[in-house]
């Protein structure tokens, strides 16, 4: 009986080791969220070029965690401070959103998208060190509320304190498919190794996106020469290619277009390592991930002398058929069917 758990178990780990793990927003419970106040580099004072470091201040942020085998998902939401406007009208402080729709609007339900996913996160808040807030009079005499933040740029000898970004702890080499909205396509879309503090090259970086939603086509389609209307059919919706030099997600013809997009972003990742998927000046909404190991048994080679219509037995010597399920023996060697 050993020898038979043995078998078992060995071929259970080479089934999970190349499993893919899934990790969907939409299933997240965000009464697990936990709020944190921020003070450092937070100020309550300043102008639009400086805040004013004499003057303290706060922002309280939220932060989410998430797991599967093989990664740790930490979402972080920075929002803004409420205005006094908004206290007076009682307006409460929203952290995140679950939008999204399951009946195909901005949903990656469709044909082309593996894995599906019909809802996603959207944090608040933009990736920075430094956040300072004032009221300043407008041309009509009035307070006007501003708030403005120093970004994150390449070259930055830290990672951001506040703001909205999504981080994966990962525990085996492999390949990550992260699931995204982003607000502003015409920004830059990072994914940064922590360990070098430099986003991954573009070229490393697969795309595979909708521009809006899944109605908006970024090829309008061919056209029939005789009636110049569209051939049915010949419409591209979803765009694929490496990601583009100035890391912004636009379409792999170069074209740029100011809209949302929503789709799969796909890079390689290390064992032990953290990277960080954020846009500087917008949110990126999170649909969920897909992790594929690369460390299991990837080849595995038929025994050409194997006859493949033998005779199959059970560990008690008896013939059994293709609906027979567990342990089995044939051409004199242990399976699971």
Known sequence: MKKIFTLVATALVAVGVNAQEVWKAAEFDLSTAVE???????????????????????????TITGSTTSVTL?????????????????????????????????????????????????????????HWEFYELNTDG???????????????????AKGAYWKFDVTNAGTLKVAIYGNKNQNPTYIVDESTLQPLAPSTVQVGIFYQNTGFAYYGGDKDPETGETIPGTEKYFNEGAQADDYVLQHTNGVTQNRPVLGYISFPVESGKSYWLFNPKSQIGLYGFEFTSTTGINNIVADAKADVNAPVYNLAGQKVGKSFKGIVVKNGKKFIQ
Do not use: H
């Open 36 to 62: 944190t106040e921020l003070t450092e580099g937070i100020y309550g004072g300043g102008t639009a070029d400086a805040p004013d470091t004499s003057i303290p201040g706060k922002l309280v942020t939220s």
């Open 74 to 130: 930490t979402g972080l939401s920075t929002p803004n401070s409420l205005s006094k406007k908004d206290v007076e009208e009682g307006k409460t402080q929203t952290y995140w959103e679950l939008k999204g729709s399951v009946d195909g609007n901005d949903a990656l339900i469709t044909d082309d998208c593996n894995p599906k996913f019909a809802q996603y996160l959207m944090p608040k808040g933009n990736p920075g060190f430094q």
């Open 142 to 160: 009035d307070e006007v509320f501003r708030a403005y933040d120093t970004y994150w740029e390449i070259g930055a000898t830290a990672m951001p």
